[in-house]
């Protein structure tokens, strides 16, 4: 099956600084891949999400950019805000063109540091 | 984006209790939901994949007499965790697609429940 990798676990950088959060997938199969934001004790909210179609996806200060040929994709956050702090998810997706079967990476937590 | 309801949001009980946490989605129909359980500081890991009219697929590992899944509506899919013991207690939080089969469709979450078994 699908095998999600994602690094760092623990990010910490100083507010108006730049975050980025990368991740591996081993299935070459999967082409959707979203990025959701967990804040303690609270649903993951989705953020962003890219399809494989495209290279690179951008909404405000958070981007995402995928490279099937290697098989990562990663999320940057420009201009880091407090509000930012959060523990933050990579998936893909096994199946063509939806949401099924989601595999999720193991987590980044991002601090921003005032 | 759409909107999933998961209740209840806590539950304490005691152990060899059941518990059924609903998750209902209500400004669309899913026929399909997906059930997560999350431990501390751990990713989402994948229980199972309800079916609305069908059985619901388990992963592997994951015991369907233990958790069972019940999704009799298009709006409504229930977990009960029979007989429960202090190592069911977790984070399981629910999903659903907005759109189930189109290019453009989304997974949504519910606000997810804490169980925590005495």
């Known amino acids: 099956g699908e095998n999600v990798e994602q690094h760092p676990s623990t990010l910490s950088v100083q507010e108006g600084d730049s975050a980025v959060i990368k991740c591996t997938y081993s299935?070459?199969?999967?082409?959707?891949f979203p990025w959701y934001k967990q804040e303690l004790g609270k649903r993951p909210q989705l953020i962003i999400d890219?399809?494989?179609?495209?290279g690179e996806k951008k909404d405000q200060r958070i981007a995402v950019t995928l490279n099937k040929t290697a098989k990562h994709f990663s999320l940057h956050i420009t201009e880091t805000q407090p509000e930012d702090s959060a523990v933050y998810f990579c998936a893909a997706s096994i199946k063509g063109g939806g949401a099924d079967g989601l595999t999720f990476g193991k987590g980044t937590h991002l601090i921003i540091q005032p | 984006g759409a909107v999933v309801s998961q209740h209840p949001s806590w539950v304490i009980c005691k152990s060899g209790t059941s518990v059924k946490i609903e998750c209902r989605s209500l400004d669309f129909q899913a026929t399909t939901m997906f059930w997560y359980r999350q431990f501390p500081k751990q990713s989402l890991m994948l229980m199972a994949t309800?079916?609305?009219?069908?059985?619901?697929?388990?992963e592997q590992g994951v015991e369907k007499d233990k958790f069972l899944i019940n999704h009799a509506s298009l709006t409504l899919s229930t977990l009960t965790v029979t007989s429960a013991h202090p190592e069911d207690s977790s984070f399981y939080i629910c999903?659903?697609?907005?759109?189930?089969?189109?290019?453009?469709?989304?997974?949504?979450f519910g606000s997810g429940t804490q169980l925590s078994v005495l």
């Open positions: 299935d070459s199969a999967s082409n959707y």
């Open positions: 309800s079916n609305e009219g069908s059985k619901a697929t388990y």
């Open positions: 999903s659903a697609r907005d759109l189930p089969g189109r290019a453009n469709e989304k997974l949504f």
């Open positions: 890219i399809r494989s179609n495209v």
